[in-house]
């Protein structure tokens, strides 16, 4: 499985090249700089040094199944109006920044609408194939249905150094930084969630929700690698993965190598780290090699979650010693 890595041939992305930050593959790439680009930009002249200014004039002039890029510059905020909607398949969004960054990416996006149900998320994703890297995405949305900030329901999509924060809705059960209803999605070096802002009282909301919730959509053999899943607990019930019925993953969620960290300066020490609201029955939960910090016990239990670890005891596996 692929990754952002530095090596003796210079950095890569998912094991290939890179070259001025852009994948090596792509069949074309278009430009977005939202305080310096114009949309008025003809596709033809579009560069770094005339950039679109908008992520949606880009993805509107990408073809599906062409492997075609939207490289994002970092030197401001990208700011949607509405919910990027991406349906378009083999399409590839990253930011333009040799770093390959967990957290505080250069290239950011966040959804500032203030009306219209459908803007549920910052971004949403049902294309197969996609990948977004080197971006963090935010929510900054006033919208009343906007309780995530990513929502995904794609098919083999990498998420790769991307970082994935909403500060808003931290006392709505059903919100959640990520929406996952994916199947076979990838995620690596990932950042989730927040250690700042406090979640209320008597409320799950996690990092992420893989509760069956975008229409025919599951959540389906995915797989968190090395990523930080990060809360500030207001009360016990809180968690970083959450599904809230017995059915919620089919087949596999492999979690390796993860850190669910909560703030310890939060209110509350979360009971479980990992939770579900049923047994699952058509999916089995594995936590491989993973850490907890501040949370009572890493897995819930009876509920189809297995650890492995070095530490063979379930209610201590899993859990960070302080010094």
């Not at 599951?218 to 809230?244: H, Q």
């Not at 300066?265 to 047994?279: C, I, K, M």
Request: charged share 15%; proline share 3%.
């Amino acid at each position: 499985m692929g990754n952002y890595n530095f090596g003796a041939s210079g950095p890569r992305f998912n094991g290939i090249p890179l070259i001025g930050g852009i994948p090596r593959g792509l069949t074309k790439v278009l430009f977005v700089d939202y305080g310096n680009g114009s949309d008025g930009v003809s596709e033809k002249s579009n560069s770094t040094d005339r950039p679109f200014k908008t992520i949606d004039k880009a993805m509107d002039a990408l073809t599906t199944n062409k492997n075609e890029g939207i490289a994002l510059m970092g030197s401001s905020t990208h700011v949607l109006t509405e919910m990027l909607d991406i349906s378009k398949n083999r399409v590839h969004m990253f930011g333009y920044d040799p770093g390959g960054r967990m957290f505080g990416q250069n290239a950011k996006v966040s959804l500032t609408a203030t009306s219209g149900a459908t803007n549920i998320a910052t971004m949403q994703n049902t294309g197969v194939r996609n990948s977004f890297s080197n971006i963090k995405f935010m929510n900054s949305s006033t919208v009343a249905e906007g309780i995530y900030c990513v929502a995904e329901g794609g098919e083999y999509t990498v998420y790769d150094h991307v970082e994935i924060y909403k500060d808003t809705d931290l006392d709505v059960t059903a919100a959640a930084e990520m929406l996952h209803n994916g199947d076979s999605v990838q995620m690596f070096y990932c950042t989730i969630g927040s250690l700042a802002n406090i979640v209320a009282d008597n409320v799950i909301r996690p990092c992420v929700k893989v509760t069956a919730t975008l229409s025919g959509k599951k959540f389906r053999d995915g797989v968190f690698d090395n990523c930080l899943f990060w809360r500030k607990a207001g009360g016990t019930e809180t968690m970083m993965i959450y599904g809230a019925n017995a059915t919620d993953v089919e087949r596999m969620l492999l979690a390796k190598g993860c850190s669910f960290v909560n703030n310890p300066l939060s209110a509350a020490t979360p009971a479980n780290a990992v939770g579900f609201g049923g047994a699952q029955t058509e999916g089995v939960v594995l936590l491989q090699d993973c850490t907890s910090v501040d949370c009572t016990v890493m897995a819930q239990a009876a509920v189809g979650i297995y650890v492995s670890g070095a530490v063979p005891t379930f209610a201590t596996t899993g859990v960070a010693v302080a010094a």
